[in-house]
């Protein structure tokens, strides 16, 4: 263990395995290609658009987000 100061508190830095489930995509943006899309639940709309406007200006890609229900909101690749 090391510990480190920094703006007046103390942090203590520590080692050991990562917990499971870290990493792994929520949505599956980078495995779509144009034309393709998925349908999530409306409660997850907002973060879905911000997902993919992220995910567009890091890869270079377009993504359109649509209600299409009442209930669901679903994202497409477009370029």
């Known amino acids: 263990m090391k ?37 999530v639940p409306r409660e997850l709309d907002h973060a879905v658009r911000v997902r993919a406007s992220q995910q567009g200006q890091k890869y270079g890609r377009r993504y359109s987000v649509r209600r299409i229900e009442s209930d669901r909101t679903r994202v497409y690749r477009i370029a």
């Open 3 to 39: 510990e480190h100061t920094l703006s007046n508190r103390l942090y203590t830095i520590q080692s050991g395995p990562l917990p499971e489930g870290l990493g792994k995509p929520k949505y599956p943006f980078r495995a779509m290609q144009v034309g393709q899309w998925f349908d």
